[in-house]
């Protein structure tokens, strides 16, 4: 019996790895009491955790883990040196049974400037409330010697523990590395210039300074002095190399939390990260559903977070910052001088009321820490939708068009054209309401090119699917999608008749999104939160991107035909030859004439003409990709990235 648990956990968490985040962070494993066992970091965390489970031999350490192991939790971080800074903060605040690094009591170095008249600036392991500035931590002494290095080029300042009056410098005066305060070489002020670059190099506050450095390169250019302006470029790449953010440590010693949230339909996912003393201390998930609007929901969480009864272990900080536009929802001001709902509830609950602080015009060091909350809450929701799966959504379609069965698998259809020239039409193929890419299919239409005609290409396009469906015996769907209106429905659900194919139709038109049933006179209109809208909406936008990519590419080749065809003595026969031979305007470009020449069967001095037609039309092309790469959002960006494998024509 113990064994059958055992196994069953193990196969528990071997899920949960190979269903994590692949971004960098920290994974937090815990035993059958919710107790932190063991704490590690990785640069991808999926890769981490599946290596716990790859191999059937596993070292000593790892069996007993993963034998007491219940549960694993992860934190997502911006990168690999936030992860190994926090790691070390939730080893010292928790000391894991398993962790036997970072134990000793040592933290990580710090670069501190002193206090009083000329202060020094040095690396050191400890914090002394004295008044001095730190800036760090870093994560190994590699880095702040680098730091250190480059503040001493720059602002050579004293070196020497206790300042002495001299009669002579001493040798780092010599060799550039101090400027001798000790013998008055240089004045209190002018010192204390020197202090304030070094301080705002480390508080990465570098845009004035390397405006400046870029100035004096160019007039040491300018007057030949090409060594001194080599040294100015070179101290530039190495404060652009230093300008790291970090949103684990800061050094700030306000306590703070960052909450922000990711929210789908009625499931909305909080994440709350706490700052104490300068570090991040943990981060928290809180998982809900409401039907509320989103700033009513938050007012809701803040009030049950923050509470009398857990303030001994979770009182409120001085300062909250909260996620996109809450600010403007009424919630909170940059004060709450003037009373508000949950600036009565602190009063009455803590005494006092906390500073609530949207996202608007804060530093970039806050922006990173919201940043980071935020992730980790989408991470969170999309497990959570993960494991719910799409079970209710599918039922909830099925109630609502009052389909024959759970619509588990749906085919959606899509048309794509330009004045008739080019028509293809897109298949995509989803099970239990996630795409099933390798089942996507790109139809090129054959009897209506040259003229538009919806209805037609609806017709051809489903006829061919599913005669051979029928013909080989393969699986039917238990609705067709089609991305239309009800003309497009219809001439959908005609060719099925005619097959003998009883499943469902509906089409879903971009307009108003409403839904077409066929021979209906009229739509049925879901609410935008609908569940059951989201997923036709999901089919229908998959099927349109798949058809449109098609199309394009498609189009891209008539013109790379048009612009050898406009050259006197190309005709489309000699076009269609060296498009044939080289492929694409690129390889045209790189030929080199005489070789177009002999290949193709022209005269040189029409291949030279190619040549360099083949040029200017990839510069034009270069030149418009530049204009409007700026309207090219990210979203769109990771979408064309995400699909490019996928979207590899495969022909029905």
Known sequence: MIHDRISENYHILKTFAKNAPQEPGVYL???????????????????????????????????A??????????????????????????????SPKYNINLKDGKTYPVVRITTGDFPRVFRTRHIVKDGSLYFGPFPN?????????????LFPLRKCKTLKKRENPCMYYHIKRCQSPCCS?????????????VRKLLAG??????????????????????????????AIVSIESLSENNSVADMDPEDRDYIAWAAEGIFTTFSVLAMREGRMTGRELFNTRSAAEE??????????????YHAPDRPPPPRIYLGLGIGDQGIGKKSL????????????????????????????????????????????????????GAGPALDELARVLRLK???????????????????????????????????????????????VDDFASMREVVRRRYSRLIREGNELPDLVLIDGGLGQVNAAKGVLDELGIECDVAGLAKRDEEIWLPNKVAPIKLSRDSEALKVLQFVRDETHRFATSLNQRLRSKDLYFQTLESIDGIGPKRAAAIMKTYGNLENIAAAIAEEIAENCGITLAASATVKATARLALEEKDATIRKFAAKKTDTATLVDEAFAAEDEPKYD
């Open 295 to 308: 700033h009513e929901s938050l007012e809701t969480f803040i009030a049950a977070y923050y509470t009398a």
């Open 185 to 197: 070489k240089i004045t209190p002020n002018d010192y204390e210039i020197q202090v304030e670059r």
């Open 65 to 94: 883990l993963l034998h007491r192991a219940m549960s694993i939790e992860t934190i997502i971080v911006s990168n690999e040196y936030e992860a190994l800074l926090l790691e070390n903060t939730l080893i010292k605040q928790h």
């Open 405 to 451: 069965t759970r619509p588990v698998h749906i085919e959606g259809f899509d048309i794509s054209q330009l004045d008739g020239k080019h028509p293809v039409a897109s298949l995509v193929l989803f099970k239990n309401g996630a795409p099933d890419r390798k089942n996507y299919r790109h139809f090129k239409l054959r009897t209506v090119v040259g003229k």
């Open 141 to 153: 002494v590699q880095a702040v010697d680098k730091t250190l290095f480059l503040i001493e080029k």
């Open 205 to 234: 506050e570098t845009s004035e300074l390397i405006a400046e450095f870029n100035t004096k390169m160019k007039d040491a250019a300018e007057a030949l002095k090409f060594e001194e302006a080599a040294s100015f470029r070179n």
């Open 337 to 388: 001088m003037e009373p508000s709902l949950l600036g009565r509830y602190f009063i009455e609950q803590f005494g006092f009321a906390p500073e609530f602080i949207s996202r608007e015009g804060l530093e970039k060091r806050h922006i990173a820490a919201l940043s980071m909350a935020h992730q980790n809450a989408q991470e969170e929701l999309k497990r959570r939708l993960r494991e719910r």
């Open 29 to 63: 494993w815990r035993d059958n009491e919710n107790r932190i066992i063991y704490i590690g970091k990785a640069r991808a965390l999926r890769n981490r955790l599946e290596s716990y489970f790859s191999s059937s031999k596993k070292d000593v350490k790892t069996a």
